[in-house]
């Protein structure tokens, strides 16, 4: 498959080439976020935090803004806190679908952000999109970690491939999955309330 990048066509990084190569979903490919993507990555915030939100006793226009806020917000402080990660628009034959922000480290492959939109959400592309993340990590032999927030579902993924909580900070849970440790189911481990 040929993976290009945003603007002019440059070239992926080899490692996010790699992970393309077993995913059965369509065509996948990864390009750099640009300005011009902002509207998408807000729509596919707010749809990260919809059933949160529908909880809210707020009106539409305040939510919307306040959503609006926390995006600008999580923006800002990924480009603080994760200064050399890769940023990038996750697109499904063509069509964006996603964003993959990772930080590869001399020791560790850190997922900073692996969202999808609604309609491809359950069809093993993020499975697809994280063991191929995990693959790398492991011809490193370095862990990946994430942080997932504690009622987000998709702790039910991380599970399942071997994730297990490590921590907890706040409302989240930093996870690890090791290649030194990664036949288990990653259930054992998570007792974290």
């Known amino acids: 498959m040929t993976t290009t990048g945003g603007a002019g066509g440059l070239p992926v990084h080899n490692s996010e080439t790699s992970m393309l190569s077993h995913i059965p979903k369509g065509q996948v490919t990864f390009?750099?976020?640009?300005n011009a993507d902002e509207p998408f990555l807000l729509d596919l915030y707010k749809s990260?935090?919809?059933?949160?939100?529908?909880?809210?006793?707020?009106?539409?226009?305040?939510?919307?803004?306040?959503?609006?806020?926390?995006?600008?917000?999580?923006?800002?402080?990924?480009?603080?806190?994760?200064?050399?990660?890769?940023?990038?628009?996750?697109?499904?034959?063509?069509?964006?679908?996603?964003?993959?922000?990772?930080?590869?480290a001399d020791d560790v492959l850190r997922i900073i952000d692996l969202s999808l939109i609604p309609s491809v959400r359950r069809r093993g592309l993020?499975?697809?999109?994280?063991?191929?993340?995990?693959?790398?990590?492991?011809?490193?032999?370095?862990?990946?970690?994430?942080?997932?927030e504690v009622h987000?579902?998709?702790i039910r993924l991380y599970l399942r491939h071997g994730f297990t909580a490590i921590e907890t900070r706040g409302n989240h849970y930093e996870m690890e999955w090791s290649p030194a440790h990664s036949r288990g189911s990653g259930t054992e481990k998570f007792q974290m309330a």
């Open 48 to 104: 990260t935090r919809a059933e949160e939100m529908s909880y809210a006793v707020m009106s539409d226009g305040d939510k919307a803004h306040f959503l609006e806020g926390q995006f600008k917000m999580q923006s800002e402080g990924y480009a603080t806190a994760f200064l050399g990660a890769s940023h990038r628009i996750i697109q499904l034959d063509g069509m964006d679908v996603g964003r993959l922000i990772v930080l590869r």
């Open 126 to 148: 993020g499975g697809d999109i994280l063991r191929s993340l995990m693959n790398e990590a492991h011809g490193g032999k370095v862990p990946v970690r994430l942080a997932v």
């Open 31 to 34: 390009r750099l976020i640009d």
């Open 152 to 154: 987000n579902p998709a």
